[in-house]
């Protein structure tokens, strides 16, 4: 098989996963309204509370399989930026008020450290996608009572994004693969969220990268021309 045919066999490939992703998500949605369904017929019945536990815990799992077949979904498809010029820190405090039950699940506090934020030349409703990611996955790899820092500083003709956690200090080939979920222990929502956070990163002619906190955690660093 030549190039050629293999570059067509995976476009054909990709758009048949896009529209299996599709059908997938309506499935999904089908059996939540059951599940909810059984979860209002056992409440209210305290020797069925098994039943309610169980109905709670099936919906848990189908939003996160949705979340995640959204995740794929936006993988397999092009993505057309908007470009607008766009302020950085609102789109930073977007991106932060939509991770805010996440972190106070884990008790994890969040500080920003903001020099001086200049526009930037961005799709803003992306890169909010994008950091939201990046910042979910430093929450979900710190421990509880933990800290992540969002400092937001000039970088020569860029801006520099660092979102850096306390959490378990990863080897380099780990950190070499973060932001491919197929070398990923587990593709999850954290693994799928930070490959469209590197694509969308690289579609606005930046640079993402990751390395080793000190004395521990994780660094990503995002790179943005001014």
């Given at each position: ?6 570059d067509?066999?995976?476009i054909e ?11 997938f ?8 309204l059951?599940?909810?369904y ?39 498809r092009?993505?057309?930026l ?19 039950l996440?972190a106070?699940s884990k008790q994890?506090?969040?500080?920003l450290?903001l020099?001086?934020?200049?526009a930037?030349m961005?799709?803003?409703q ?15 790899a710190s ?11 000039p ?12 959490g378990e200090t990863?080897g ?6 973060l ?16 490959a469209?956070a ?7 002619g930046?640079e ?19």
């Amino acid at each position: 098989m030549n190039d050629n045919n293999e570059d067509a066999l995976l476009i054909e490939t990709g758009r048949m996963a896009s529209r299996l992703i599709h059908d997938f998500k309506n499935q999904i949605g089908g059996m939540k309204l059951y599940a909810s369904y059984l979860k209002k017929r056992f409440s209210g019945h305290p020797e069925l509370a098994e039943g309610v536990e169980i109905a709670e815990k099936i919906i848990q799992g189908l939003n996160e399989m949705a979340e995640q077949s959204g995740l794929v979904s936006k993988l397999t498809r092009p993505i057309e930026l908007r470009w607008q010029t766009a302020d950085l820190e609102a789109c930073l405090e977007m991106a932060l008020s939509g991770l805010k039950l996440l972190a106070d699940s884990k008790q994890v506090r969040i500080s920003l450290d903001l020099a001086a934020t200049p526009a930037v030349m961005m799709d803003s409703q992306q890169m909010q996608i994008a950091l939201a990611a990046i910042i979910a996955r430093a929450i979900d790899a710190s421990p509880e009572n933990g800290e992540v820092t969002v400092a937001v500083k000039p970088g020569g003709d860029a801006m520099l994004i660092e979102v850096a956690d306390w959490g378990e200090t990863p080897g380099e080939e780990k950190l070499r693969m973060l932001f491919d979920p197929l070398t990923n222990e587990r593709i999850n929502r954290i693994s799928l969220g930070l490959a469209l956070a590197r694509r969308i990163v690289l579609l606005h002619g930046g640079e993402i990268a990751a390395r080793a906190g000190s004395p521990a955690g994780t660094v990503v660093e995002v790179r943005l021309e001014r």
